[in-house]
Every structure is written in C-alpha cells, then in structure tokens.
C-alpha cells in the first residue's frame, strides 16, 4: 500500500491492505502454471495508533490519534488452462488527527475535535498468461478519497531456466495521482483552491534461485521516478521537492524444516532515495504448522531510517512549549517537521493463527504491536522533540477455494 500525503500516520501504510499494486512484487516467484482452483476472500483490519504531545485539547497525555476500518474483497480464479485473473475491492475509513508538526500542534487535518472522518475505495484488476517456462501479467488499479485519485497500471513477466531451479522477473508501473488541495492553512487559515498532480514511474528485477528441496532465495532491485506535489497540505511547516527517486534493494530466504515441518522466512531491505532517506528492515517469521489444520505464525521486525535532508528538528522553544512550531531556516527552500522523515527505529511483533476447514475453506486472524522511538535510530541524528509512537492492529479473514 502506499501512503499518501494526507495519511495522518506513520504505521498506517505497513498495515493498510491496499489495492492498489506495488513493485517490487512480494511473491517468491517460481511457479509457471496457473492456480487449479479458484479463491474468494475477505479481510477487515481494525487499526489504532497513539502518542502523546501536546495540541489545542491535551498537553503531554497519552491519546490516540488515527482508527482505520477497512474491509477487502480479493478474487482470482484460472481461465482456459493457461490464464488466471484476479481482483480486489476495499473501502476503508480513516478517523482521528495527526499533529501538524513533530508530535505536537493543532491536527493536522483541522478537526476541531480531533475525529474527522473519511472514506478511501481502492480497486484493482489482474490478468496473466501463463506458459511452459513463464508468465506474463498485466494490472491495473485506482483508488479515490476525498482529496486524493490514484490510477496505476504495470506490466511484469517472468521466465524460468530449463531445469525451473532460477526464474528471473523484470517489471514497470506508471502511478498517476491527482490532489485537490482545498483545505485550510493551519496558520493562515486561508483556503487553497487547486489541483495538484504526480506521477511515478517504476521498474523491478528480480531473481529466485532454488537451492534445495528446503531451500529457497531471491534477490530483487527496484528504483522508481516520481514527479509533482510532494508536499503534505496538512503539516505545517512543509514544502518539498517535487521530484523524488528511490531505490530498493530486497533480498529473501526460507528455509523448511523436515523434522518440524515448519519453514523459517527472512528479508533484509534496504531503501534509499533523493530526500536522503536511508532504511534498513530487517524481517522474521516462522509458519509452524499443528495438528487438526492449525497453524501459527510468530513474526517480528526491526526498522530503522535515517532523517530526510531538509528535517527540521524540534528547537529549544518548541520542547519547552510544544504548542508552538519550531520555525525553518532562514532561507531555506525545502524543509518539513513531518515525523515520518526523522530519524527512527521502531520494532513490530505479531503473530497470526489460521484453521483449514475442510478442503475449502481457510480462516485466520492476526495481531501486530508497533513501538517506533526516535533514541533506537541507529544511522541519523533521532528528534529528541518527538515522543514515542505506538499503534496495534488486528486483522480477521476467511477464504474459500473452489
């Protein structure tokens, strides 16, 4: 899912189940024949995140500030032998406020009481071509909230060597976003009327190697191209650039236990980009499978960032009175006190549990807990201006083949 710049959180985007298609791909790509049977599914997330700082209605006590619904519809079934299509449908709504500036300030999105409402629908559409020793895959995608469009359409085929051990993946997406920004200025109050636009092209490689019957890597690079509005309406103080590359570096490998029969997952990603950005994940989880159709699923994640090259910290004034913003440098032609671009490490934990019912049927629920600190950013100078960052989400599903 991608985070848009009205999006009143840092954790929102790790958790959103959103439609609209992301590169570099997920998938352990090493399979060149279609599913033989069909899936419907359906999700809901319910999502909560919380810190304290100060506003217009707490100062310094704990509150929480974003709640996410959100509800997936996801269907794909095989055609002809040879093809497979796929999609989805979510609805989500968005409640609460964001600080406009660190941790602290008015909300960010104006509510007068902090809890304003608001929809998202996100849909998307797949089809692929599968054959002897490859596939082909087309998607397109659209999402639509009150002052945000985004259309997406991609392009990504794999091919496979003779003997199906290594499979290399290349892939490209256009993303085109439209803002319409008419919304109060926090500090003017004053409206601004206009439509904004970006737009990101994207491209993927990737490589799976099949190592053993236990064991399996990849390794995918990534870089995408974005022009246009990058500025965030809704934090105040804020400009910048209207261009920003990134480049991704994904690498994966499981690992399946005969004895247990349980099978170890772990990815390192790195990310860099033009705001001068640089993160690490480092991920874990372990699928251990139980009797009577169970399985279990620990998982766990360390991230950490570096700040953005135009992050103002929170100043001297501003922690000693964290209703006021910190001002930026005279002169300076970008800045931003967005939280989401300082410095940090934070770590999730979670777990997921699921029960085959039948040949058909598949059900799961899972529960994530996320602590982000400025003091665990291991590369970067971390905020001491900007308070801890909690948040929780817990997510239902239930599947049918047929």
Do not use: C
């Not at 399979?31 to 319910?46: C, F, H, I, Q, W």
């Not at 500036?101 to 608001?118: I, L």
């Not at 496979?160 to 997406?173: I, R």
């Not at 439209?178 to 993927?204: C, F, H, M, W, Y």
Request: hydrophobic residues 35%; aromatic residues 10%; neutral net charge.
């Amino acid at each position: 899912m991608r985070l848009h710049s009205k999006v009143k959180s840092t954790r929102l985007s790790s958790v959103l189940l959103g439609a609209a298609l992301a590169l570099p791909s997920g998938q352990m790509l090493y399979a060149d024949a279609p599913p033989e049977r069909g899936v419907v599914s359906m999700k809901y997330l319910n999502y909560q995140d919380s810190q304290s700082g100060d506003s217009a209605f707490t100062t310094g006590m704990q509150r929480d500030r974003i709640a996410v619904n959100a509800l997936t519809v996801m269907a794909t079934a095989p055609i002809a032998g040879k093809w497979s299509i796929g999609t989805s449908f979510m609805e989500d709504s968005v409640t609460g406020a964001s600080p406009a500036y660190h941790s602290s300030g008015f909300p960010a999105n104006n509510a007068v009481s902090g809890a304003s409402g608001e929809l998202r629908y996100a849909g998307d559409f797949n089809l692929t071509r599968y054959f002897s020793r490859g596939t082909l895959g087309a998607a397109v995608s659209y999402s639509k909230e009150s002052d945000y469009i985004s259309r997406s359409a991609s392009l990504q085929g794999s091919w496979s060597t003779e003997d199906k051990n290594t499979t290399y993946t290349l892939g490209g997406s256009f993303t085109d976003d439209t803002i319409k920004l008419s919304v109060p200025n926090v500090v003017a109050v004053k409206k601004q009327d206009r439509d904004e636009g970006k737009q990101i092209l994207a491209g993927l490689f990737g490589v799976t190697r099949v190592l053993s019957k236990r064991d399996i890597v990849q390794l995918n690079l990534g870089y995408s191209n974005g022009n246009g509005y990058y500025t965030d309406p809704y934090k105040d103080p804020d400009q910048r650039p209207r261009d920003r590359n990134n480049m991704t570096l994904l690498t994966r490998w499981n690992h399946h236990f005969d004895g247990s029969d349980g099978t170890i997952r772990l990815s390192w990603r790195y990310y860099t980009d033009s705001f001068g950005i640089r993160a690490h994940t480092l991920g874990g989880e372990y699928v251990q499978p139980l009797h009577h159709g169970w399985t279990i699923t620990p998982l766990l994640r360390l991230y950490t960032q570096s700040e953005a090259d135009f992050y103002v910290v929170a100043g001297p004034a501003e922690q000693a009175n964290p209703s006021t913003a910190t001002p930026p440098p005279a002169g300076a032609l970008f800045y931003t006190e967005d939280q989401r671009l300082s410095a940090f490490g934070a770590v999730t934990a979670g777990v997921k549990i699921s029960k085959q019912l039948g040949r058909d049927w598949l059900v799961d629920l899972k529960f994530e807990k996320y602590e982000q600190r400025q003091e665990w950013a291991l590369f970067g100078n971390g905020d001491q201006g900007v308070t801890a960052f909690h948040a929780r989400s817990v997510q239902a599903g239930v599947s049918r083949q047929f």
